[in-house]
């Protein structure tokens, strides 16, 4: 189909080739590299936050340097690892691909939304190491930040630049599916990551600006002293936290839906199967971007909020639940009498669904107005929120990595070292955080680095403590070593074909083993649907193995 | 297609869809706009309900003459804006050149009322949040008098609202000083015009913010 000497990542040499390219591709791979170093960063802050939390009392952190730690943690994870990931790296590669575009609706502007990530992420890494350090944690709630040192403003600058990144990216993904799609290529032909993405661009679009214009004002509150949240100057406390959940909750959609999309593509190639209710789940998808909106009063449940709003907010809370659910049970229906084919990226798209399962049931119950009174603050609630964004967003995020690994680099990777890791970073990462949901229910505070003075009550504290923290360095190897295989399969693995998993969607059956840097010699025109397994195999060709 | 056709980028089909692309694309930045807006629209509204009385009597300090120009000035504006999308549509460039000059003086006559306003201001010590110190007499008000619990609030959003959109009526007049010299070069045409367009459509919307600013500031 396409000449194997001739591709994107070859068309072009050099550092400045890359560096000033618009090809969506490319621009995916460097948002790729970008994130990676970044979640190697923040990786590391994690150990260092277990490890003191490993055994009681101070161990290798201090008190203010443990809550800087796990403030850049946060930041770094939140902010620079799993909002942008998912949309940059592999919306970007993939998305075009999918509808039979030859790159994205405005190319330069996507670069550019590289370049403010980039300068967002320097900001806050290096005002964070040379300005002076910031121990607010990730949310900045006044007055933590209104009192802080003046270096928090480059981490709210930062989020500031970043999230105009964001917009970006989305608008770029919205106007591109409703454009920019091949002759044939309806909307009930799309493949439902590109639902998933197209979805998250809408929350990317109308929830980031309100984060941006929310640490302007923050910035303003601590440069000029406004008084709007600062409660020593008559402002408000409460209404920043309103301000900055109203784009922070939507922001847990920006991270999940993406990887949902990729969950619905890797359930219906491995399982060979249409996937079941594909309409409920491209639906369920705006539906969830739409439902975000109006939920983020549950982070406010015991910060004074009416109790009124409190009910309506914990019962739209539940609603999210429905369409979520219309997912989980179409994923599992995509398997039944399928011919299930379990390669790595399966085994990942089968752990989101049980990692995932677990995030967003205890999800509704820390939506309950009771129940969250008694576990709000607590190590629940840590353990919930890394089940969705690490168990969810990131395991997708490493499943899809797996998937389209072949058509990004033109290699394979070792299916055994694949199988290893995964394992291992299962094993870690329920070890980590189950635990968690024990020391939770038992009422250990998040944000202490020493939880001594709990254990003449609560001796477990200890041992499920060490677990956690032995958990955690289970999970660091198994993620080293997808670094470790992913590195030498660039180098030294062997060549992919152009369709090595037998998938049915564009960017498999169009493109050669690695995509020219303009997609496709002639448009697709499309004739059927992204799923239609049904038809022979000799259309779409057989599965190799590698 | 032409190969000199330099207006059409390589991975659009037609002008059609690249205008439309770019179009939608518009206004979907036009919606974050609006979002970024509504932040201090909330602030003003919690703020407003919770001390309804210091605002009305704070307010008295903006001049509503003053503001009431400057509506003016952004209304006929937008009129001369869309007047110059018009005609670019018509091909007739050298009225699109006047009718963007025209459209640069009155943002200009906007941003010089403006500095006029925040220079009274601050001359009488009226500055946001904690350098609030009013003092002076201006038309036989006494400012010290309005020294006064949550007026700092009061003039904080004020500044950061009109500031904010002040910004984006500096962005216009770069935008529309670089659309004439391009207009002047004859770089569009019936076929392309679709930078004029979409700032015509980004003025529209920094009107129309003004438009909301002008009464809930000066007049209520």
């Not at chain 1, 969705?388 to 797996?402: C, K, N, P, S, T």
């Not at chain 2, 919606?31 to 001390?51: C, D, K, N, P, Q």
């Not at chain 2, 009129?79 to 050149?97: R, Y």
Request: net charge neutral; charged share 10%; aromatic share 16%.
């Amino acid at each position: 189909m396409s000449d194997e000497s001739h591709n994107y990542l070859n068309a072009r040499k050099g550092l400045w080739s890359w560096l000033s390219t618009t090809d969506h591709k490319r621009i995916g791979i460097m948002y790729a590299i970008a994130c990676g170093a970044f979640f190697l960063l923040g990786g590391i802050l994690a150990t260092f936050v277990r490890t003191e939390l490993g055994e009681p009392g101070e161990t290798i952190l201090g008190q203010d340097q443990y809550n800087q730690v796990f403030t850049l943690h946060g930041v770094v994870m939140v902010f620079l690892v799993i909002i942008p990931a998912i949309p940059g790296i592999l919306g970007n590669f993939v998305l075009p691909l999918q509808i039979g575009a030859k790159d994205v609706a405005f190319p330069r502007l996507n670069l550019a939304s590289w370049y403010l990530f980039m300068a967002g992420a320097i900001m806050a890494v290096c005002g964070w190491l040379f300005v002076g350090k910031v121990d607010t944690g990730w949310t900045f709630y006044t007055p933590y930040s209104s009192g802080a040192s003046n270096a928090v403003l480059w981490l709210t600058s930062a989020v500031f630049i970043a999230g105009f990144a964001s917009i970006f990216t989305g608008l770029n993904f919205i106007v591109t599916v409703h454009k920019m799609r091949a002759p044939g290529m309806t909307w009930n032909r799309l493949p439902l990551f590109t639902w998933a993405i197209y979805a998250t661009g809408i929350v990317q679009v109308l929830a980031t600006p309100v984060i941006g214009i929310t640490m302007v004002l923050l910035f303003l509150e601590k440069l000029l002293q406004i008084g709007i949240f600062d409660p020593a100057l008559g402002g408000d406390p409460v209404l920043f936290q309103h301000f900055f959940w109203f784009y922070s909750h939507p922001a847990v959609y920006i991270m999940i839906l993406p990887a949902m999309g990729i969950i619905s593509d890797l359930m219906g190639t491995f399982s060979r199967q249409h996937v079941s209710g594909y309409t409920f789940i491209a639906l369920s998808s705006v539906a969830i971007a739409f439902l975000g909106f109006l939920v983020w009063g549950h982070h406010m449940f015991v910060a004074g909020q009416s109790a009124l709003s409190s009910i309506i907010f914990s019962m739209l809370t539940f609603l999210i639940g429905i369409p979520t659910g219309i997912k989980v049970f179409n994923w599992v229906a995509t398997m039944y009498k399928g011919s299930v084919w379990l390669r790595t990226p399966m085994i990942y798209a089968l752990m989101f669904l049980f990692l995932f399962t677990i995030g967003g049931l205890t999800g509704i119950m820390v939506g309950v107005l009771a129940v969250d009174v008694h576990l709000h603050d607590t190590y629940f609630v840590v353990a919930h929120f890394h089940y969705v964004m690490m168990g969810g967003a990131l395991i997708g995020l490493i499943g899809g990595l797996h998937y389209w690994w072949p058509k990004m680099t033109g290699r394979m990777y070792n299916e055994t070292a694949g199988v290893i890791a995964a394992i291992l970073v299962f094993i870690g990462f329920n070890l980590t955080f189950f635990t968690q949901f024990f020391l939770g229910t038992k009422g250990m505070p998040r944000r202490y680095h020493d939880y001594s003075e709990f254990l003449e009550i609560y001796p477990e504290f200890a041992v499920l403590n060490l677990a956690s923290t032995i958990g955690s360095y289970i999970l660091g190897v198994g993620l080293v070593m997808i670094l470790v295989y992913a590195l030498y399969s660039l180098f030294r693995g062997p060549k992919a074909t152009a369709n090595p998993w037998g998938a049915c969607t564009l960017e498999w059956t169009h493109t050669g083993p690695i995509p020219d840097e303009h997609n496709f010699h002639d448009t697709p025109l499309v004739t059927r649907g992204p799923y239609d397994y049904h038809l022979a195999d000799d259309v779409f060709g057989k599965k190799t193995e590698s | 297609m032409s190969s000199a056709d330099t207006t059409l980028k390589h991975y659009f089909v037609s002008h059609e869809q690249q205008f439309d692309a770019a179009k939608l694309g518009m206004w979907l930045f036009l919606v974050t706009e609006i979002l970024l807006f509504a932040g201090m629209f909330v602030a003003y509204a919690v703020y407003r309900s919770w001390h309804p009385e210091v605002f009305l009597q704070v307010s008295e300090l903006l001049d509503w003459r003053l503001g009431a120009l400057n509506t003016v000035v952004l209304l006929a504006s937008s009129f001369t804006v869309a007047l110059s999308i018009h005609f670019v549509q018509k091909g007739e460039n050298d009225k699109v050149v006047v009718l963007l000059i025209m459209t640069l003086v009155c943002a200009a006559i906007f941003m010089v009322v403006k500095y006029f306003e925040y220079s009274g201001k601050f001359s009488h010590g009226v500055f946001p949040g904690a350098g609030f110190e009013p003092h002076g007499i201006v038309d036989g008000k006494d400012y010290s008098k309005y020294d006064i619990p949550f007026a700092p609030q009061f003039f904080s959003i004020y500044f950061v609202m009109t500031g904010i959109h002040g910004v984006h009526v500096l962005v216009g007049m770069g935008l529309f000083g670089w659309l004439t010299t391009r207009v002047a070069r004859g770089h569009f045409s019936p076929q392309y015009y679709t930078p004029v367009e979409l700032t015509g459509l980004y003025w529209h919307l920094v009107d129309i913010i003004w438009i909301f600013l002008f009464p809930l500031l000066y007049l209520i």
